[in-house]
């Protein structure tokens, strides 16, 4: 009787409660709450205005001075034309020889991803000195890396993902910069002298992004343009003066991102460009109206924004971000004055061109870039997309040559692409095929996410902890 019972009863029981033990067991994600630490997130439930008391521009050195080397100028984020795609004349190896690469100096720095800019044979790099607790706008010799001044401000920072990580912009008097807590600090470009401080937590209720500041600012005529978050949207700072020329309002309350502002031109109209935490505007740069935001796009609103805008042709813009966002077309148009803004096409990393740090670049009408982790058998794969299918891709480097978060750059119809390992590629630019032409190991590498600068010849490179300059020029 008991013998029945238990196997009429009792086995039953144990056997269904086994299955479900182990559905359960191989259901649960143990991980489902943990958040992958990553480069360049922003994450606005963690971010607050935080303001310190910060005396901008109170700390200087000078070392010594240099000759002036006129025309080599990567003045910003992505160069003279904001493309990342340099346009000298200068011929550029397609080997590294059997000496292998040329570098001509290393310089040590403080954990970050900052990149430099030059400017007539001057480098600018904004550091941040751990040990003295400021942040340094620093300025080398192009040609033999020795330092000439350093301009700075104490600030304390703890690391997350690095420190410093934005480019200043630098034109003939002015050098203008952006520090991890929203320090704005314009000097002279030669001599280093401080000329104005903005702290935009203080003075704008700025949030300072959770992975601090990643936005690289620009200067036009002499004109320092910002985009703030907080009070304003968008300001415009008399290089000169320090005094602000306009300011766009911010009814929406949108929030800084780690992107960058970006010129378009459509249909003769100025207008800058910036994707914030909430939607992706055209501000106007010029006429009456100018500091007015002309259109705006919120279909694409990701909570993660490193990458900037790319300009593209007849009004069409094109955005990514990272951490499964995938990326959006927009299309802007004009009807007697009047601008809007449409999402022409949106999908994931598994659908189409999308990049997680890096900005794309666009060149004769196709567009380049590494796609994410999340892209599926493209992943980390340097790829390439007409700007009129960014689905398919019509050309990628393949399994066998992948890369991870760090930059890429053309010049001299070469494509540069360094690995997050401090590998740098040099491969042969095409629109069909993948050409690996050289490649060799230049950096430790640990974290080579800043991007890179070419001009004269020279190339600028780094990793967390060290700036590297190259001499690329073809005998």
């Known amino acids: 009787m008991l013998k029945t019972y ?4 009792l086995l039953p029981a144990f056997v269904v409660a086994g299955i479900g033990i ?18 360049g997130m922003d994450e606005r439930k963690t971010g607050a205005v935080v303001v310190q008391a910060v005396k901008i521009g109170e700390t200087f050195t000078f070392f010594k001075t240099c000759t002036d080397i006129p025309g080599t100028r990567w003045p910003r984020f992505r160069g003279a034309d904001y493309d990342n795609v340099n346009k000298e004349t200068t011929r550029l190896i397609d080997r590294w020889g059997k000496t292998g690469p040329k570098i001509l100096w290393k310089i040590p720095l403080g954990d970050g991803h900052a990149a430099p800019a030059v400017y007539d044979g001057r480098v600018y790099i904004l550091d941040y000195d751990e040990t003295g607790k400021q942040d340094l706008l620093r300025c080398f010799a192009l040609v033999n890396g020795e330092e000439l001044w350093q301009r700075g401000y104490h600030v304390r920072l703890k690391r997350n993902h690095g420190l410093s990580r934005t480019i200043p912009a630098v034109n003939d008097t002015y050098v203008v910069t952006i520090g991890p807590r929203c ?6 470009r030669l001599s280093g002298d401080f000329l104005w401080g903005l702290d935009l937590a203080a003075e704008f ?7 601090y500041t ?22 415009a700072v008399d290089c000169k003066t320090g005094k602000k020329a306009w300011e766009t309002p911010n009814p929406k309350n949108r929030k800084m991102s780690h992107s960058s502002i970006m010129p378009m031109v459509y249909k003769g109209k100025k207008m800058y460009v910036y994707c914030s935490i909430g939607s992706i505007c055209g501000v106007s740069a010029a ?50 004055g009047l601008y809007t803004a449409d999402i022409i096409q949106k999908y994931k990393p598994l659908e189409g ?16 870039g590494i796609l994410p982790k999340d892209a599926g ?20 480097s393949g399994k066998t040559e992948r890369f991870g978060l760090g930059p890429y750059i053309l010049a001299d119809n070469k494509f540069f692409i360094l690995s997050d390992e401090g590998e740098l590629t040099i491969a042969k630019y095409s629109t069909s095929k993948f050409i690996v032409l050289d490649k060799a190991k230049i950096i430790d590498g640990q974290d080579s996410w800043g991007p890179m600068a070419i001009t004269g010849g020279y190339l600028l490179m780094r990793d967390s902890k060290t700036l590297v300059c190259l001499d690329i020029r073809a005998e």
């Open 6 to 9: 238990i196997y009429r009863y």
């Open 22 to 39: 182990m559905c359960w067991w191989l259901l649960y994600n143990p991980v489902s709450s943990f958040r992958q630490s990553v480069p």
């Open 183 to 188: 320090q704005v600090m314009c000097v002279n």
């Open 205 to 211: 209720n700025t949030e300072v992004p959770f992975w």
């Open 214 to 235: 990643g936005q690289c600012p620009l200067i036009e005529n002499d004109t320092a343009i910002i985009a703030t978050g907080g009070k304003s949207l968008m300001i």
């Open 287 to 336: 006429g009456s109206d100018k500091g007015q935001i002309l259109w705006e796009a919120t279909g694409f609103a990701p909570a993660v924004i490193a990458p900037s805008p790319v300009i593209m042709d007849d009004g069409l813009i094109y955005m990514t971000a990272g951490y499964g966002a995938g990326a959006a077309l927009i299309q802007v148009s004009e009807n007697k």
């Open 353 to 368: 061109l999308a990049s997680e740090q890096q900005t794309p670049i666009y060149y004769k009408g196709y567009l380049f």
């Open 377 to 396: 058998e493209l992943r980390t794969q340097f790829a390439c997309y007409k700007s009129n299918n960014l689905h398919t891709a019509v050309m990628s």
